[in-house]
């Protein structure tokens, strides 16, 4: 069965200072991973994918399949960033199925 | 379109009551999905359609929970003889063939059994 481990349930951070919020997953296939941000009031929607490997917000997330890992970075945080950020992963590529998330991590970007 | 919309936005009812939510997805999407959160998790799976087809239950969907979609378009989830252990929010995504795999998300309902 698939698996979505968000470590840290709260992220405290500067601003400017760097982020890295971690997930790591289970997954005997070949996943596909996202990161989706729910800002306070709003609903959830999708910050980035692993297969478009970019940069939205100033955020990346490289995929490391040799350590099941999708950590979510970004260098220099801003005070909007805060934000409940959750881990997903696709258990069946090519097809339209679940998405398994994790836990979540509550970024909070203070000055 | 204004994205996927949910009806109502919040729920409160008693134990052993029924309840019955609604799902407008995005227009020209043709799959759907419902999730449940709790607090301190993060969504979980509970059932998808592909237009009016229910291809994928989870075992969280006890025989309590329905889920469908009659034309393809709205859904509805109804809960039966609702017990406190039901209270959580109730998400609504939906997704295109051609959008790949982002879903949508509505902005849930949020049910609260006394």
């Known amino acids: 069965a698939q698996r979505v481990t968000q470590p840290e349930k709260l992220l405290s951070v500067f601003k400017g200072a760097p982020v890295e919020l971690k997930c790591n997953y289970s997954y005997s296939g070949s996943p596909e991973l996202f990161w989706y941000v729910q800002y306070s009031r709003q609903r959830l929607q999708l910050l980035l994918r692993?297969?478009s490997r970019e940069s939205i917000k100033g955020f990346t997330a490289d995929l490391n399949k040799g350590e099941t890992s999708f950590h979510l970075k970004k260098p220099f945080a801003q005070e909007e960033d805060s934000a409940m950020y959750y881990c997903?992963?696709?258990?069946?590529?090519?097809?339209?199925?679940?998405?398994?998330f994790g836990t979540g991590t509550r970024l909070q970007v203070t000055l | 379109d204004t994205g996927v919309s949910q009806d109502p936005r919040h729920k409160i009812t008693k134990r052993g009551q029924n309840v019955t939510f609604r799902c407008d997805p995005i227009?020209?999407?043709?799959?759907l999905y419902w999730y449940r959160q709790t607090l301190g998790q993060g969504p979980e799976f509970l059932t998808y359609?592909?237009?009016?087809?229910?291809?994928?239950k989870s075992r969280l969907l006890s025989d309590r929970f329905s889920a469908e979609r009659p034309k393809g378009s709205f859904s509805t989830l109804e809960i039966q003889r609702t017990e406190q252990g039901d209270s959580a929010m109730y998400l609504c995504?939906?997704?295109?063939?051609?959008?790949?795999?982002?879903?949508?998300f509505g902005p849930g309902t949020r049910l609260t059994v006394l």
């Open positions: 227009s020209e999407h043709n799959r």
């Open positions: 995504a939906s997704s295109s063939f051609a959008g790949g795999r982002e879903q949508f």
């Open positions: 359609f592909q237009n009016e087809a229910q291809l994928e």
């Open positions: 692993h297969i």
């Open positions: 997903a992963l696709h258990s069946h590529p090519g097809t339209a199925s679940k998405l398994t």
